[in-house]
């Protein structure tokens, strides 16, 4: 099961900051938080990740609480072609030699940006 | 286009039928994912590539499923006997070591 809750929807108007909460109580202290966004029809994009430290790119800022039980993704200025599915995700480790990291997807947050 | 690529796009099938998906990953990636995506859901983690050998899989993966990436490289999905629950879009990915996955389009499963 996915490590992490999202609000099932938001609306954000166009031009004004959009910002996605997320908890992620029973995070362990080595495991990232990632966020993806999947555009209908497509596959899901990567947009940032994080371990401890705020982190910002090209695309978005994420702030991750200093307990690291909860983070937030910012997108600074939404634009229509931000309308999406955002998933937020606690990488998890190995659980054996060999394994692989698992991104555990939830049903994330329905954003849409409205004109 | 350098990223991940997966053929078809689309696959209409009846059931019963045996289907076979592809994925191109990207080239110096050497990890590769099979993930399943029914309508109002998050993907689901299927089955795990390094290289050519297969290191994980689902319980989600039954039996009439069977994953291969023959030379490390691009890699299929075939389904036996297919069922009606079987209609999904079904996405693959890949990534560095311990990089990002980046995902392909995916291909839509329909099943009659």
């Known amino acids: 099961d996915a490590k992490t809750t999202q609000p099932p929807s938001m609306d954000c108007a166009e031009g004004r900051a959009a910002n996605l909460p997320c908890n992620h109580s029973?995070?362990?202290?080595?495991?990232?938080v990632y966020w993806y966004r999947q555009i209908h029809s497509q596959g899901p994009q990567y947009i940032i990740h994080?371990?401890?430290n705020n982190e910002t790119n090209e695309m978005a800022s994420l702030i991750i609480t200093e307990d690291r039980k909860s983070s937030t993704l910012i997108l600074p200025h939404a634009t229509l072609r931000d309308t999406a599915v955002y998933y937020c995700?606690?990488?998890?480790?190995?659980?054996?030699?060999?394994?692989?990291?698992?991104?555990?997807f939830g049903t994330g947050t329905r954003l849409k940006v409205l004109a | 286009d350098t990223g991940v690529s997966q053929n078809p796009r689309h696959k209409i099938t009846k059931r019963g039928q045996n289907v076979t998906f592809r994925c191109d990953p990207i080239?110096?990636?050497?990890?590769l994912y099979w993930y399943r995506q029914t309508l109002g859901q998050g993907p689901e983690f299927l089955t795990y590539?390094?290289?050519?050998?297969?290191?994980?899989k689902s319980r989600l993966l039954s039996d009439r499923f069977s994953a291969e990436r023959p030379k490390g490289s691009f890699s299929t999905l075939e389904i036996q006997r297919t069922e009606q629950g079987d209609s999904a879009m079904y996405l693959c990915?890949?990534?560095?070591?311990?990089?990002?996955?980046?995902f392909g389009s995916g291909t839509q499963l329909s099943v009659l």
């Open positions: 990915a890949s990534s560095l070591v311990s990089g990002k996955l980046f």
């Open positions: 029973t995070i362990s202290g080595n495991e990232y």
């Open positions: 994080g371990l401890k």
């Open positions: 995700i606690v990488r998890e480790g190995p659980d054996r030699v060999g394994g692989t990291y698992k991104y555990i």
């Open positions: 080239s110096e990636h050497n990890r």
């Open positions: 590539f390094q290289n050519e050998a297969q290191l994980e």
